[in-house]
């Protein structure tokens, strides 16, 4: 899923949130939820996609993280709650059928 994203993760429903910016979502993702880099997500347990939204452009990607960055928390659940209201994980809604074995990092194919 190689196009400029800027997602959400959380530890839990209502939990510790991350934002984040990527221009390929899927590897990235698979680094948080398999704790490989180091930092905020694998220290506080943030492993859960939650919201995501796919941009033409990194430039476009990076501006709407940054203001989603400065947005207030319960303005941040309310985006979450818009498309995702049960905090469902998007894991395997981004993976499709090519999930990767545990441990191994998603293909790039």
């Given at each position: 899923?190689?196009?400029?994203?800027?997602?959400?993760?959380?530890s839990r429903?209502?939990?510790?949130?991350?934002?984040?910016?990527?221009?390929?979502?899927?590897?990235?993702?698979?680094?948080?939820?398999e704790?490989?880099?180091?930092?905020?997500?694998?220290?506080?347990?943030?492993?859960?996609?939650?919201?995501?939204?796919q941009?033409?452009?990194?430039?476009?990607?990076?501006?709407?993280?940054?203001?989603?960055?400065?947005?207030n928390?319960v303005?941040?659940?309310?985006?979450?709650?818009?498309?995702?209201?049960?905090?469902?994980?998007?894991?395997?809604?981004?993976?499709?059928?090519?999930?990767?074995?545990?441990?191994?990092?998603?293909?790039?194919?």
């Open positions: 899923m190689k196009q400029p994203a800027v997602y959400i993760m959380a429903r209502n939990g510790t949130l991350y934002t984040g910016v990527t221009a390929d979502l899927l590897q990235r993702v698979w680094q948080h939820r704790g490989v880099l180091e930092g905020f997500t694998r220290r506080y347990g943030v492993k859960l996609l939650v919201w995501y939204e941009h033409e452009s990194m430039s476009g990607a990076i501006a709407r993280e940054k203001a989603i960055k400065k947005w928390r303005w941040k659940l309310r985006l979450i709650e818009e498309q995702n209201p049960q905090w469902q994980d998007l894991w395997s809604e981004i993976v499709g059928d090519s999930a990767p074995a545990a441990g191994s990092p998603p293909s790039r194919g």
